[in-house]
């Protein structure tokens, strides 16, 4: 199993920044991704950005230019930092670690952060 602690939401006011945090711990040998999504209410859960062991990274157009994701692989750790936040930014975030063992691939999941866009 992987536990994963997260933290660094928020109530941030448009423009503003935040920087999210995932810690991951347990059996964290064959990671070969970790990522960031988020939900809004009433809508699906959504991939914002991941990054794999070798640095390559992906983002949701929506973020592209604002976030960037990165990792400490010393600390098991992966980041989210969120400039020139919007509204519709607003989502509870989840730290997501993917881990492959052979063919098959395990998705573990954070508790969920809260970031609140608004004025």
């Known amino acids: 199993q992987v536990q994963l602690v997260e933290s660094g939401g928020g109530l941030v006011q448009p423009g503003g920044s935040l920087r999210l945090s995932c810690a991951a711990s347990?059996?964290?040998?064959?990671?070969?991704?970790m990522g960031w999504y988020r939900q809004a209410p009433g809508k699906e859960r959504e991939l914002v950005a991941a990054?794999?062991?070798?640095?390559?990274?992906a983002y949701a157009d929506s973020v592209k230019g604002r976030f960037t994701i990165s990792r400490d692989n010393d600390k098991n750790t992966v980041y989210l930092q969120m400039n020139s936040l919007k509204p519709e930014d607003t989502a509870v975030y989840y730290c997501?670690?993917?881990?492959?063992?052979?063919?098959?691939?395990?998705?573990?999941w954070g508790q969920g952060t809260q970031v609140t866009v608004s004025s």
């Open positions: 997501n670690v993917r881990r492959q063992l052979g063919l098959a691939l395990y998705d573990y």
């Open positions: 990054i794999t062991n070798g640095g390559s990274t």
């Open positions: 347990g059996s964290i040998f064959s990671i070969n991704a």
